[in-house]
Each structure stands twice: as structure tokens, then as C-alpha cells.
Nanobody, 120 residues
Framework: QVQLVESGGGLVQAGGSLRLSCARS????????MGWYRQAPGKQRELVAR???????TYAGSVKGRFTISSGNAKNTVYLQMNSLKPEATAVYYC??????????????WGQGTQVTVSS
């Protein structure tokens, strides 16, 4: 069974930084991409950053240049370094992995989410 556990969320003042971590347990035969999504109250979940298996990255326009996504060895962990945080970044941040278990179809795996609150 694949599980994703996020950590690193919290309360920070505007202009501050946080580093989110996501640790994966359980094996995957192949990973297409890993990423971070967020959902603010009353809003839909949105992509924040994504890193493909080849290393290419994608960022939401609102975070480009301030957030950096990276992955650890063997793609067991994924990180999100968030700098120059703004109050509008307040949301629950979810770790995501799109991958395949042996003899199974590719699917999304989600963590339970970690709260990030940026005070003005």
C-alpha cells in the first residue's frame, strides 16, 4: 500500500519561508510525476508545482520564481521550498504522486495534507 505523509506546514508571516516535505512508503513500479497541490477554503484544489520523472518542473504562475520543487533519491521524497510567502498562499497543501504499482493501472496517490497559513 502506498502512503504519502506531508510535514513542514505551519504559520509564517508574509515574506517568510517554509519547506514542505512528503515521504512515500510502499513501492511503485513506475512514477510519472510528483507534485504539490493546494486547496484554500471555498476554492478548488490547484496545482502548485510538479516534477516529472525526467526532472522537468512545472509551476503555477503565482509561485514561479519563489517556490522550488525537488525530489530525493529514489523518488521516495518530494520537497517544496516556499520563499517570499504571501497571505494568498494560505491553504492545505497536498502531496501527489502519479504512478503505477506492478500489474495495476497508473493512478494518483494523495497525502492527507498539511496546513500552511501566512499572516499579513
Amino acid at each position: 500500500q502506498v502512503q504519502l505523509v506531508e510535514s513542514g506546514g505551519g504559520l509564517v508571516q508574509a515574506g517568510g519561508s517554509l519547506r514542505l516535505s512528503c515521504a512515500r512508503s510502499g513501492s511503485l513500479f513506475a512514477i510519472t510525476a510528483m507534485g504539490w497541490y493546494r486547496q484554500a477554503p471555498g476554492k478548488q484544489r490547484e496545482l502548485v508545482a510538479r516534477i516529472a520523472s525526467g526532472g522537468s518542473t512545472t509551476y503555477a504562475g503565482s509561485v514561479k520564481g519563489r517556490f522550488t520543487i525537488s525530489s530525493g533519491n529514489a523518488k521516495n521524497t518530494v520537497y517544496l521550498q516556499m520563499n517570499s510567502l504571501k497571505p494568498e498562499a494560505t491553504a492545505v497543501y497536498y502531496c501527489n504522486v502519479f504512478g503505477t504499482r506492478l500489474l495495476s493501472a497508473a493512478r494518483d496517490y494523495w497525502g492527507q495534507g498539511t496546513q500552511v497559513t501566512v499572516s499579513s
